[in-house]
């Protein structure tokens, strides 16, 4: 069992962000920006210590898997990810889908069936240890792990037909 995060998006909409242009395109690098803000470590008496601990005061602090502006403009003209960079790139995406999701859930020791998730057919590798896929509404409800969240689905189907979107399906992601 592991973690299960679900969210209520329509998978035209995920495949529209790998290689997204205009508006939408900006709109991804609005919530890329949100959810990785540069962390500014503040300076330090270590820094004092000599060149070996020394770094420009101010300067973000990443991760080696911390996804980075250059990842971002890759997955937005859909270019190819280096394997190297394809854990950071998923993450960058799960931000961007959490942003644009109608809705979201995560679940601690939850699993899925297996064979139930469908390919999201992106044009990025996989990474180990991360399942991606997604199902329909209706399937999804008789997932007992997802049944409590989708009790208000009803709400995102109408709204999603007011404001033009596509209807929600669940995109999970699965560690």
Known sequence: MGELRAYALGVAELRGVVGATGARAEQVRTLA?????????PFAVRDLLGPIYRRVPGAPVLR???PTPAD????????????????ATWRLLEAVVAGLARSAVRLLDADLPAGLLSRTDLPLPSVEGLDV???????AATVPALQSWLVGSEVWVREAALTGRPTPEVLVFST
Not at 33 to 41: D, E, G, K, L, S
Not at 72 to 87: D, F, H, K, Q
Not at 133 to 139: N, T, V
């Open 33 to 41: 920006r949100q959810a990785y803000a540069p962390q500014v470590r």
């Open 72 to 87: 971002l403009e890759t997955l937005l003209v859909g270019g190819p990810v280096p394997p190297a960079r394809s854990a």
């Open 64 to 66: 080696t898997d911390d």
């Open 133 to 139: 896929g997604w199902l329909p509404l209706a399937q």
